[in-house]
């Protein structure tokens, strides 16, 4: 996009240093809602050209330093209580945009005409990671504790009640399940009929069912249900991990993301390596038996 003064405008309010950390498109491809580290702001696209723009105003940020008084965003809404957006998630009707922040996991209506972002929910904490089911009764999102709790979401007003018991929560807290070779749950995405979540961790990957009904989940017996890395067990106790799940075999030492296909047949696990300033990224194709 061109801003002002010949320069790109920052969509989500962020200064000219913040980095666009998600995206996402309404379902009739008019707006499209951007994330940066500093808030959120939507943009205009022509569905025909796939040009787009922006109506000044239309996002909301966590600080004063987070508006750029140069660009379409300098007029943002300030609202300090929505913390450092980490990452994103709509509904599929396009009317609902989650977002997981270090303050919270926050609800925002979307206007489908005039594209105005409205807060509506939030539950309090620190969220790293979000995926709205399909159905758009369930939410999964991954605390910056590495917790993975569901969900039930008011298709009205879009508020979140956490799903009680064990089939709600997964993490090493007491009263919650803990996940079969996996320590530090990351990231969360879920299958296109609803019937699956998948888990990614710096560990590896694993399956959970999900009843559609009350978006309750439960972990699949079976070697096969997880892939892990190595053989430990990921909490440096070493016991070996190797007879709960399949050994991965990737080629690096840790997952940092994870992408569905649309039929949910096959998952794709990012891996990356670190060193020296630079990053090395290879896609591991991950398929359902």
């Known amino acids: 996009m061109r801003g002002y003064r010949g320069l790109c405008s920052h969509a989500g309010g962020g200064a000219p240093d913040s980095d666009v950390i998600g995206l996402e ?3 009739d491809d008019r707006l499209l809602v951007v994330a940066t580290y500093d808030g959120i702001g939507v943009v205009h696209r022509d569905p025909a050209t796939g040009a787009l723009s922006q109506v000044p105003g239309q996002c909301v940020v966590s600080g004063f330093e987070g508006t750029s008084y140069d660009e379409p965003s300098r007029h943002c809404r300030t609202d300090r209580r929505l913390g450092r957006p980490l990452t994103i998630d709509m509904t599929a009707d396009g009317r609902t945009v989650y977002v997981a922040t270090d303050e919270g996991l926050h609800a925002l209506t ?3 005409a005039s594209g105005a972002l409205t ?3 939030k539950v309090k904490g620190g969220f790293g990671e979000v995926a709205v089911a399909p159905d758009g ?3 999964y999102a991954v605390t910056e504790d590495f917790d993975l709790y569901g969900y039930a979401r008011d298709p009205g007003s879009g508020a979140l009640t956490r799903i009680k018991g064990k089939a709600g929560c997964f993490t090493i807290a ?8 996996l320590a530090t749950p990351e990231d969360v995405r879920v299958s296109g009929a609803g019937r699956s979540v998948v888990v990614g961790a710096a560990e590896g990957v694993t399956v959970l069912r999900r009843d559609r009904a009350s978006g309750r989940l439960r972990q699949l017996k079976g070697r096969a249900t997880c892939a892990t890395i190595d053989g ?5 106790m070493g016991r070996p991990r190797h007879k709960e799940c399949l050994d991965g075999d990737y080629a690096l030492g840790n997952l940092t993301g994870i992408e569905l296909s649309s ?3 096959h998952a794709y696990a990012l891996e990356t390596e670190a060193g020296f300033g630079r990053a090395v990224g290879v896609v591991q194709v991950l398929r359902r038996r």
């Not at 007491?174 to 070779?181: D, I, N, R, S």
């Open 119 to 121: 807060g509506t929910a």
């Open 174 to 181: 007491p009263g919650c399940t803990f996940l079969k070779g």
């Open 25 to 27: 498109l309404t379902p």
């Open 110 to 112: 979307l206007d489908a």
């Open 232 to 236: 430990t067990d990921g909490l440096g």
């Open 137 to 139: 009764r369930s939410v």
């Open 263 to 265: 039929d949910g047949r």
